[in-house]
């Protein structure tokens, strides 16, 4: 069983709030859950506190038992120092499109 820290979204039609939760990674996202660890509210200031609120004790626990951090949460696991994320390269991405295409092109023609 692989156990993920994610987010789980509840609110309104456009007035979304997430949890922060541990679930089986074969659960769907907004189904079943084994913990809550906090919440995400997006639509807040930045600079606003009750922006993010997570159980630091909770989530330490559950990273040493294993627990994998999906993409999102371990930006805010790495905003708080608990862990640090890995920065990551996608040099293809600042290429534009039609520059992508040539290359691609003149590859498959080498």
């Known amino acids: ?36 660890l906090g919440y995400f509210n997006p639509l807040l200031p930045k600079d606003n506190e009750t922006r993010l609120k997570l159980d630091m004790d909770k989530v330490k626990a559950w990273l040493a038992k294993g627990a994998q ?16 994320r890995e920065a990551r390269s996608n040099p293809q991405k600042a290429v534009p499109r039609k520059e992508r295409k040539a290359q691609a092109e003149a590859a498959a023609k080498a």
Do not use: Q
């Open 1 to 36: 069983m692989s156990v993920v820290i994610r987010l789980a979204r509840a609110g309104t039609k456009k007035r979304p709030v997430y949890h922060v939760v541990v679930a089986d990674s074969r659960f769907p996202r907004d189904g079943r859950f084994i913990e809550r």
């Open 69 to 84: 951090p999906s993409d999102r949460v371990m930006r805010f696991l790495d905003a708080a120092g608990v862990k640090k």
